[in-house]
């Protein structure tokens, strides 16, 4: 029986920062959403995941949330969440990102990013992305 | 021996196709559950063990009655019977948490230790394996893996609002484990045979009645 190589995607702190970046069209620097706010959403999104999903910490972190420094960008430290779940993750740093913004353009796309990241954690389908209004 | 490492991927990837959605944590947090009332409820993990026995002499003229057990898999649970060299049924209790037979009876004859025998029923217990599941004997596995898989998909299914959810599916799968671990001990019990009784001691030297004011602390047959 073939044996698959383990994904690897948005397996690191680094993985997440630079998806969002495509995810919220700010790769080019200087950023609008700079490292550290990314690395504080996406420990915010963490405590959210462990609200709806307590399971995905249960043995990795012993029940507790993980937190990663926010001052540094290229954190390779690996966030130990089950490859299919990865994608909410992303998704609820993305929501959190959006969320600071004022345009309601963003906050629809927060809206969205975060139904996302309910969808993959506590359901099955993904809602469709819609354009802006 | 331990269940092998197929077996376990083969229950886990057959639950994850079923059970979509639902994470590996919490699959082998369920089946510890899962496990911990199979054996329980079937007494199907046993243990022979054997202890060496003290008779009085000149100098312990108050024989020794409490003998400590141990296992290195799991956790004794239960005492189904005492044997001495003679295979003649002892009667005897398990005191716990410390596994430790308390004999009714010191040996009476003129010998430096006996060896008796003493079969007990087992659980599972932490800690598991370095992969989180729990550690469990071969056979369980590889004999009675439908209903290990229904007993998983029930315990599962019983949580609301989840995804693989479904409150009626899940009673139809507990049905089916409980049809499995009834099997198992009733294998246990006939010791895998068919048609056969379940194996007892001849009833002229069962000493499980009051007759004679003699008062025997639990079951010694292998019933």
Known sequence: MPQATPNTALATVKDYITDARVLLQDQVSPYRYDDGSLITSL????????HVRPDLFVYKYCGEVPQFATDDSQNTSKVWIEPQ?????????????YSRDQEDVQDAKANEAMQVFNAVLTGLAIPPIKGAA | MTAFKKD??????????????????????????VFTDFFDWSDSWRETITFAVLPPNADTQLANTQYGIATSEGQIIRLL???DPNGVPQPAILLLPSPTILLQNAPNVAQDTLKYTAVVSKNVVLPADADA????????????PTAIIAGLKAKMMMQPKMPYGNLKMAQVHWVSFNNGWAQAKTDAYHSNTVGAQSWRFPSGYRMNSQRGGIS???????S
């Open chain 2, 81 to 83: 019977g005492v044997l």
């Open chain 2, 216 to 222: 025997v602390p639990g079951d010694i047959g292998f």
């Open chain 2, 8 to 33: 376990i991927d083969r229950i886990l990837n057959q639950a994850r196709v079923e059970l979509a959605g639902a994470s590996d944590a919490a699959l082998k947090a369920s089946l510890f559950e």
């Open chain 2, 133 to 144: 599941f729990p550690i469990v004997p071969e056979f369980v596995l590889t004999r009675y």
């Open chain 1, 85 to 97: 779940f990865r994608l909410g993750i992303l998704f609820g740093l993305v929501s959190h990102a």
């Open chain 1, 43 to 50: 420990n915010v999104t963490l405590l959210q995941a462990r």
